[in-house]
């Protein structure tokens, strides 16, 4: 069966369903999303699941995760699934209930995996690693673990430097894992299959390239530096033939690994919540600092072609509202400039936002700078990293103060209203006069806005300062970690000159830093100490709200661990638990870059032409300059002729599909020239008063789309499903992608900030199903003019609506089926002014419809009262008193309510009407308490159902899909207007007739 079978994908009950609507955000844990993966297992030879150590909105977001589903996937005997670590919330729920983590695909649980795959992404995320395991039904410790127990994989940033977590994994793959993870994973399940044991696995595993089993290795104290390193192989170590150094593996042509450009699009909303392309892996600059830097070299480029192809299929296909642009250092990509004016245009046509991340305080020239705010940004983000020159030097960062002054100008000047600017405190060799440096540069960059006299609308300039972590693999690994107690003192400081400069300051946690070192430059020791924390309640340590310093403090002292030996300076002559993994540099390279950095000397960027700090922007400047590429001996091997010619090759691609494009831009306009009579055109005069004007730029991509003429659709849906969980901010983001998906425009609005037009009815409890939800938005439809004009009939608007309904279905996501379609003629009443009710039913069993059937008629004869809990305050009571809730009487607004016995179905009406200074008992209840009132108990929010909306007609109820077209004033004298009196009395005859 394929990954598409019906019978793979057919819906099932859920195994949290029952609880789900208990929790915040339940659409993190049920899957079901647009271009999700779904394989039977009949002919697959391993399973895999990536469980990512963070919530579903951060994984979902991460590009690895991404990467390596579609690289599984893609294989027709192998399987990628996804689970991510629950809130607090649903970890209570499982505990409780005695179940395990399941996987979005399938829910099954992550001890029946043949793989199951971590990615380390920061070092503060081990918790979440142990909670995972357990929550998944796997013993923690690796060597607890049966012959039945998944093999555990760890991967990503941190696998370089994984000491304090090998006693939970079985191996780490060191590196980039395209061309190594599907070969390892086949190895594995196939051995699985044939009965080998976890010896044996490991052992075959040992051999690949990239992969270390921590459990064939042992390690000793380094008299120098006191920590536990890597001493040698165990024999079962030497038996296995593994190596004694870890080599990382790394691709060598990234285009052989295309960006994926389908992806399961999140209903929950991710933290990056956009279409975002990976287009360069490694960095020319060097900054000391950055273990990116290091452990992604070389710097590897995607075919610019390439990458215009995946962001617009990317947005094509799940139908995103923005996309990104992602690399280390995207100013410095070397064709950057002419990809982002090449890409900006086919954006502009689909109404699309454009994030460029990573940048750096230059290169960011004027018209590149005006294709960005055309598409929606307003505010840019970069990174100075240090407040003064000399820092900067130390830390090899190449930006000056006038490139960071002179980008500013440029930015405010073209009415950009925020700036963004990273800053690190806490650096070696760092003074006093360099922290004040971080808020002086906000100052500067501030006074700039008021040089250009922007004083009544001054940019927000917002400086966000983090702690040096000295992580291993940089220049910096030996060196000390700044004090908490000098770090309050900095905070401190900073802040009071953020607020004598009006700035926006945000800083980053200082303890996390300090927990983040020692497990960043931790030994096999802080294995100890994660497990006693984890075990005392540790999880989410990046996440404000559930991080505990004091857990930490007594994790350490019960496991007799002193933190001063990883946030002191060690020797530069000591060996360090890193030095087995082999990331690929000349050795004493780290070590004289640090020599440097302590007397303020820089190196050149990397792979960039002599004393260049960008690269030249069209095929001719880059064909003159004869500057040699600078190469200062890392020891990862770099051909700069081929880096060269490669750079040309994506020059003159970009100015083919520049070619290409002005060629179709040209055809465009003759066809619509040709197909656009001045004849048949309504004058936009006949539509004053109905077409405002918007607040955007002339150039914006959002200007047309805010004040052309528009059609009002009114859509009706059912959610079923794993739609239920989705509320109604996610239906915001749903219902729009489903529009691009469709190719079909929507109207945007017309302040700053445009958003899609768009009105829903009321909105439902998580967990509720619906038949016949609505919305109304406004699209720009062909013939719209004539729309508005009232010149369409209405077999031309059924017309339309028919095909526009079937378009929307084709690409409805999952759960979200659309069962109606009509388009609102001009001056008809909103769906605001016309939702007066609503039909409910609710799911029983046998023996609860016959309870609720024999206790309805006494309850529905006097009042219904609920008590509903107080709603939650900032302020703070007396000592001893407790809030009060408030009692409903919900039997007001019940219109109707039986039970069907043989189908097992509570049904009501609700009266949701709301008239002008209305008071009493009743007023604005909740569906979920009127299902109480009913039952007698509660009832869990996803066997509730809303059957359809209701208006009100001549004194009844009817619904709002039947309803005939109910104009407001203004409507009925537009309607007039363009069809005459005659005819619209002639109309209203036959619709009461009918009626």
């Given at each position: 069966?394929?990954?598409?079978?019906?019978?793979?994908?057919?819906?099932?009950?859920?195994?949290?369903?029952?609880?789900?609507?208990?929790?915040?955000?339940?659409?993190?844990?049920?899957?079901?999303?647009?271009?999700?993966?779904?394989?039977?297992?009949?002919?697959?030879?391993?399973?895999?699941?990536?469980?990512?150590?963070?919530?579903?909105?951060?994984?979902?977001?991460?590009?690895?995760?991404?990467?390596?589903?579609?690289?599984?996937?893609?294989?027709?005997?192998?399987?990628?699934?996804?689970?991510?670590?629950?809130?607090?919330?649903?970890?209570?729920?499982?505990?409780?209930?005695?179940?395990?983590?399941?996987?979005?695909?399938?829910?099954?649980?992550?001890?029946?995996?043949?793989?199951?795959?971590?990615?380390?992404?920061?070092?503060?995320?081990?918790?979440?690693?142990?909670?995972?395991?357990?929550?998944?039904?796997?013993?923690?410790?690796?060597?607890?673990?049966?012959?039945?127990?998944?093999?555990?994989?760890?991967?990503?940033?941190?696998?370089?430097?994984?000491?304090?977590?090998?006693?939970?994994?079985?191996?780490?793959?060191?590196?980039?894992?395209?061309?190594?993870?599907?070969?390892?994973?086949?190895?594995?399940?196939?051995?699985?299959?044939?009965?080998?044991?976890?010896?044996?696995?490991?052992?075959?595993?040992?051999?690949?390239?990239?992969?270390?089993?921590?459990?064939?290795?042992?390690?000793?104290?380094?008299?120098?530096?006191?920590?536990?390193?890597?001493?040698?192989?165990?024999?079962?170590?030497?038996?296995?033939?593994?190596?004694?150094?870890?080599?990382?593996?790394?691709?060598?042509?990234?285009?052989?690994?295309?960006?994926?450009?389908?992806?399961?699009?999140?209903?929950?909303e991710a933290i990056f919540d956009r279409a975002a392309v990976e287009i360069t892996r490694g960095c020319t600059e060097g900054c000391r600092f950055c273990q990116a830097g290091i452990i992604y070299r070389p710097v590897?480029?995607?075919?610019?072609?390439?990458?215009?192809?995946?962001?617009?299929?990317?947005?094509?296909?799940?139908?995103?509202?923005?996309?990104?642009?992602?690399?280390?250092?995207?100013?410095?990509?070397?064709?950057?400039?002419?990809?982002?004016?090449?890409?900006?245009?086919?954006?502009?046509?689909?109404?699309?936002?454009?994030?460029?991340?990573?940048?750096?305080?230059?290169?960011?020239?004027?018209?590149?700078?005006?294709?960005?705010?055309?598409?929606?940004?307003?505010?840019?983000?970069?990174?100075?990293?240090?407040?003064?020159?000399?820092?900067?030097?130390?830390?090899?960062?190449?930006?000056?103060?006038?490139?960071?002054?002179?980008?500013?100008?440029?930015?405010?000047?073209?009415?950009?209203?925020?700036?963004?600017?990273?800053?690190?405190?806490?650096?070696?060799?760092?003074?006093?006069?360099?922290?004040?440096?971080?808020?002086?540069?906000?100052?500067?960059?501030?006074?700039?806005?008021?040089?250009?006299?922007?004083?009544?609308?001054?940019?927000?300039?917002?400086?966000?300062?983090?702690?040096?972590?000295?992580?291993?693999?940089?220049?910096?690994?030996?060196?000390?970690?700044?004090?908490?107690?000098?770090?309050?003192?900095?905070?401190?400081?900073?802040?009071?000159?953020?607020?004598?400069?009006?700035?926006?300051?945000?800083?980053?946690?200082?303890?996390?830093?300090?927990?983040?070192?020692?497990?960043?430059?931790?030994?096999?020791?802080?294995?100890?100490?994660?497990?006693?924390?984890?075990?005392?309640?540790?999880?989410?340590?990046?996440?404000?709200?559930?991080?505990?310093?004091?857990?930490?403090?007594?994790?350490?002292?019960?496991?007799?661990?002193?933190?001063?030996?990883?946030?002191?300076?060690?020797?530069?002559?000591?060996?360090?638990?890193?030095?087995?993994?082999?990331?690929?540099?000349?050795?004493?390279?780290?070590?004289?870059?640090?020599?440097?950095?302590?007397?303020?000397?820089?190196?050149?960027?990397?792979?960039?032409?002599?004393?260049?700090?960008?690269?030249?922007?069209?095929?001719?400047?880059?064909?003159?300059?004869?500057?040699?590429?600078?190469?200062?001996?890392?020891?990862?091997?770099?051909?700069?002729?081929?880096?060269?010619?490669?750079?040309?090759?994506?020059?003159?691609?970009?100015?083919?599909?520049?070619?290409?494009?002005?060629?179709?831009?040209?055809?465009?306009?003759?066809?619509?020239?040709?197909?656009?009579?001045?004849?048949?055109?309504?004058?936009?005069?006949?539509?004053?008063?109905?077409?405002?004007?918007?607040?955007?730029?002339?150039?914006?991509?959002?200007?047309?789309?805010?004040?052309?003429?528009?059609?009002?659709?009114?859509?009706?849906?059912?959610?079923?499903?794993?739609?239920?969980?989705?509320?109604?901010?996610?239906?915001?983001?749903?219902?729009?992608?489903?529009?691009?998906?469709?190719?079909?425009?929507?109207?945007?609005?017309?302040?700053?900030?445009?958003?899609?037009?768009?009105?829903?009815?009321?909105?439902?409890?998580?967990?509720?199903?619906?038949?016949?939800?609505?919305?109304?938005?406004?699209?720009?439809?062909?013939?719209?003019?004539?729309?508005?004009?009232?010149?369409?009939?209405?077999?031309?608007?059924?017309?339309?609506?028919?095909?526009?309904?079937?378009?929307?279905?084709?690409?409805?996501?999952?759960?979200?089926?659309?069962?109606?379609?009509?388009?609102?003629?001009?001056?008809?009443?909103?769906?605001?002014?016309?939702?007066?009710?609503?039909?409910?039913?609710?799911?029983?069993?046998?023996?609860?419809?016959?309870?609720?059937?024999?206790?309805?008629?006494?309850?529905?004869?006097?009042?219904?009262?609920?008590?509903?809990?107080?709603?939650?305050?900032?302020?703070?009571?007396?000592?001893?008193?407790?809030?009060?809730?408030?009692?409903?009487?919900?039997?007001?607004?019940?219109?109707?309510?039986?039970?069907?016995?043989?189908?097992?179905?509570?049904?009501?009406?609700?009266?949701?009407?709301?008239?002008?200074?209305?008071?009493?008992?009743?007023?604005?209840?909740?569906?979920?308490?009127?299902?109480?009132?009913?039952?007698?108990?509660?009832?869990?929010?996803?066997?509730?159902?809303?059957?359809?909306?209701?208006?009100?007609?001549?004194?009844?109820?009817?619904?709002?899909?039947?309803?005939?077209?109910?104009?407001?004033?203004?409507?009925?004298?537009?309607?007039?207007?363009?069809?005459?009196?005659?005819?619209?009395?002639?109309?209203?005859?036959?619709?009461?007739?009918?009626?």
């Amino acid at each position: 069966m394929s990954c598409t079978d019906p019978a793979i994908l057919a819906p099932r009950p859920h195994p949290y369903a029952e609880f789900l609507g208990k929790v915040a955000k339940p659409g993190r844990y049920i899957g079901g999303e647009e271009q999700q993966r779904v394989k039977a297992e009949a002919g697959l030879v391993c399973r895999f699941v990536l469980a990512f150590p963070d919530l579903y909105e951060v994984g979902m977001s991460h590009l690895g995760t991404r990467i390596l589903y579609n690289l599984i996937n893609n294989a027709d005997d192998l399987a990628c699934e996804r689970a991510f670590s629950p809130w607090i919330d649903l970890e209570a729920e499982l505990r409780t209930r005695g179940l395990p983590l399941v996987s979005l695909e399938t829910s099954t649980p992550l001890r029946d995996f043949d793989v199951v795959g971590v990615s380390l992404q920061y070092e503060l995320c081990y918790t979440n690693v142990l909670l995972n395991l357990d929550l998944g039904g796997i013993p923690l410790r690796a060597a607890d673990r049966g012959e039945r127990d998944p093999i555990v994989i760890a991967g990503g940033p941190t696998a370089t430097h994984p000491e304090p977590l090998t006693p939970f994994v079985d191996l780490c793959l060191v590196g980039e894992a395209e061309e190594v993870l599907p070969g390892l994973l086949r190895t594995i399940g196939t051995m699985r299959r044939a009965g080998a044991t976890r010896a044996e696995i490991l052992a075959a595993t040992a051999k690949v390239p990239g992969i270390y089993v921590p459990s064939f290795y042992f390690v000793e104290r380094d008299p120098r530096s006191e920590l536990l390193v890597v001493a040698g192989r165990t024999p079962a170590g030497i038996a296995a033939g593994a190596p004694e150094r870890v080599t990382r593996v790394w691709v060598r042509d990234l285009d052989e690994y295309p960006f994926p450009t389908e992806f399961p699009v999140p209903y929950a909303e991710a933290i990056f919540d956009r279409a975002a392309v990976e287009i360069t892996r490694g960095c020319t600059e060097g900054c000391r600092f950055c273990q990116a830097g290091i452990i992604y070299r070389p710097v590897r480029e995607r075919d610019p072609k390439a990458i215009v192809e995946a962001v617009l299929k990317g947005i094509d296909a799940a139908g995103f509202g923005e996309t990104s642009l992602t690399a280390l250092s995207t100013a410095d990509v070397s064709c950057i400039d002419p990809l982002i004016k090449e890409l900006v245009p086919e954006l502009k046509r689909r109404k699309v936002k454009l994030g460029v991340a990573s940048l750096r305080a230059y290169g960011l020239n004027d018209s590149l700078l005006d294709e960005i705010k055309s598409v929606g940004i307003n505010g840019l983000t970069f990174a100075p990293e240090a407040g003064t020159q000399r820092m900067r030097d130390v830390i090899n960062k190449n930006v000056s103060d006038e490139d960071i002054l002179d980008s500013a100008r440029r930015i405010f000047e073209r009415g950009y209203d925020r700036i963004k600017m990273y800053f690190i405190m806490g650096l070696p060799t760092e003074t006093e006069a360099d922290v004040v440096g971080i808020a002086e540069t906000g100052r500067r960059v501030r006074e700039v806005a008021k040089q250009l006299g922007l004083h009544a609308r001054m940019p927000v300039v917002t400086v966000s300062v983090s702690q040096h972590v000295p992580k291993p693999h940089t220049p910096f690994q030996w060196a000390a970690m700044e004090g908490l107690q000098d770090l309050y003192g900095k905070v401190k400081l900073l802040r009071e000159l953020a607020k004598r400069y009006r700035l926006e300051l945000k800083t980053h946690n200082q303890q996390e830093s300090w927990l983040e070192c020692l497990f960043a430059r931790g030994d096999r020791d802080m294995a100890e100490v994660l497990e006693r924390a984890y075990k005392a309640g540790a999880r989410f340590e990046g996440w404000r709200e559930c991080f505990s310093f004091e857990r930490w403090l007594q994790a350490l002292a019960d496991a007799g661990v002193d933190p001063n030996r990883y946030t002191r300076t060690i020797p530069v002559d000591a060996r360090l638990p890193w030095d087995h993994i082999e990331i690929g540099l000349e050795s004493g390279f780290l070590a004289e870059e640090y020599r440097k950095a302590l007397k303020s000397r820089v190196s050149p960027p990397c792979g960039k032409p002599f004393g260049a700090k960008v690269h030249a922007t069209t095929t001719e400047a880059a064909e003159a300059d004869a500057r040699r590429l600078v190469c200062y001996d890392c020891g990862i091997a770099c051909d700069m002729s081929e880096m060269r010619q490669e750079r040309l090759v994506a020059l003159r691609g970009l100015g083919e599909l520049k070619d290409q494009r002005h060629g179709r831009e040209r055809l465009e306009a003759e066809d619509a020239a040709t197909r656009a009579s001045p004849a048949d055109l309504v004058p936009v005069e006949r539509l004053r008063g109905r077409l405002n004007p918007s607040q955007h730029a002339d150039d914006s991509a959002f200007k047309a789309a805010a004040e052309s003429p528009f059609c009002r659709v009114r859509l009706f849906f059912s959610k079923s499903g794993p739609m239920c969980f989705m509320g109604h901010l996610d239906l915001l983001r749903v219902i729009p992608r489903m529009l691009r998906r469709a190719g079909i425009e929507v109207a945007f609005s017309r302040g700053f900030t445009p958003m899609p037009r768009m009105s829903f009815g009321p909105a439902l409890a998580l967990g509720v199903a619906a038949r016949e939800e609505v919305v109304e938005l406004d699209l720009l439809l062909p013939g719209a003019r004539e729309d508005m004009a009232g010149l369409w009939s209405d077999a031309q608007r059924a017309d339309e609506a028919a095909a526009l309904q079937e378009r929307l279905a084709a690409v409805a996501p999952p759960g979200l089926a659309i069962v109606g379609l009509r388009i609102v003629a001009p001056g008809e009443r909103r769906i605001g002014e016309l939702i007066a009710g609503a039909d409910y039913s609710v799911t029983l069993a046998a023996d609860e419809a016959a309870t609720v059937a024999a206790a309805l008629p006494g309850r529905m004869a006097g009042p219904l009262w609920i008590e509903r809990a107080p709603k939650q305050s900032r302020k703070r009571l007396p000592a001893g008193q407790v809030a009060a809730g408030e009692a409903i009487d919900v039997r007001p607004r019940i219109v109707a309510a039986e039970v069907d016995l043989a189908a097992g179905l509570l049904r009501f009406r609700l009266d949701l009407s709301q008239e002008p200074g209305e008071e009493g008992q009743g007023k604005g209840v909740r569906p979920r308490e009127v299902v109480l009132a009913l039952c007698g108990a509660p009832v869990a929010d996803h066997r509730v159902c809303r059957d359809r909306l209701l208006a009100r007609s001549e004194g009844a109820y009817v619904g709002l899909r039947e309803l005939a077209p109910v104009f407001n004033a203004m409507g009925e004298r537009w309607r007039r207007e363009a069809l005459g009196p005659d005819a619209v009395d002639a109309a209203a005859t036959a619709a009461s007739s009918e009626a």
